[in-house]
């Protein structure tokens, strides 16, 4: 198993080099590109719903970012110590009815639970963590 | 899935109207939304509401950019406009199908085939 630690600011502009760093790791470990990119992309909700809602009051606070990867597992877990955030699943009917009001914002939860198999959530004193993870099916 | 956002406005001229095509590259997502936003807000401005956008080279969207599409998509509507939606990338067309965003834009495969069908239906309307 191979495990990656990164810390960034909780600053939307380093979402581009998490996407990279993550991209080029998956490829390493041999995942196919239609593959990576549902992991990659859930991964970016995750943190821009951190960096905009929970870090928002301190940008300069680290966010957490722990890869675990295999050819055939991914596990992410990413803490912070900003508001709590608790990712909990958001329904399609809930998409729908945000789509038919034009909302704009809203969408990246059920993104990530659409993409990866389970997501989890904890707070405890020394931060909050989120922690989610996908294993590759054979096709 | 990594690249900034680059935007460029190419003018199209049909049925002697000129139709701003935006064509973008790279990534769309909550760092770089704001650069798209402000280029549909400066069509928007210049009284341009037909916009035909080429994703030819959009390699990867996330929740925010699909967000702004939609925020703008009634505006342009109301005003007897569009937002139409050219040669999209496969990573960015599952984002469209997973939110089932695909059922609220006009999708085309080429700019050319976009103009016909709008002008056409604005025809028939008038």
């Known amino acids: 198993m191979f495990k990656h630690h990164l810390r960034i600011p909780a600053k939307t502009e380093y979402l581009s080099l998490i996407r990279s760093t993550l991209k080029n790791l998956l490829e390493r470990e041999k995942w196919a590109l239609r593959d990576i990119h549902p992991v990659i992309l859930a991964v970016d909700e995750a943190l821009t719903n951190i960096m905009e809602h929970a870090a928002s009051q301190n940008k300069e606070e680290p966010v957490h970012i722990i890869f675990h990867l295999t050819p055939r597992y991914f596990f992410v877990s990413i803490r912070h110590k900003g508001k709590p955030f608790n990712p909990k699943p958001v329904s399609k009917q809930e998409v729908q009815a945000r789509l038919q009001k034009r909302q704009r914002g809203g969408y990246g939860l059920y993104l990530m639970h659409t993409l990866m198999d389970t997501i989890s959530y904890r707070t405890t004193p020394q931060g909050n963590e989120l922690v989610m993870k996908k294993v590759w099916r054979k096709r | ?126």
């Not at chain 2, 973008?24 to 401005?45: M, P, Q």
């Not at chain 2, 139409?84 to 999708?107: E, M």
């Open chain 2, 1 to 126: 899935m990594s690249k900034e956002l680059s935007i460029e406005t190419i003018h199209k001229i049909h049925d002697g109207k000129t139709v701003p095509v935006l064509c973008l590259a790279g990534s769309l997502d909550a760092h770089t939304v704001t650069k798209l936003e402000e280029a549909i807000v400066g069509r928007i401005t210049e009284g341009q509401y037909l916009l035909v956008f080429d994703l030819s080279r959009l390699e990867y969207v996330s929740s925010a950019g699909m967000g702004l599409l939609i925020g703008f998509v009634d505006e342009l509507r109301h005003k007897e406009g569009d937002m139409i939606i050219t040669h999209v990338h496969p990573n960015v067309w599952k984002v469209f199908q997973i939110l089932g965003f695909d059922k609220l834009f006009v999708f085309f495969d080429t700019t050319e085939a976009a103009f016909a069908c709008h002008f056409k239906t604005q025809k028939g309307l008038s």
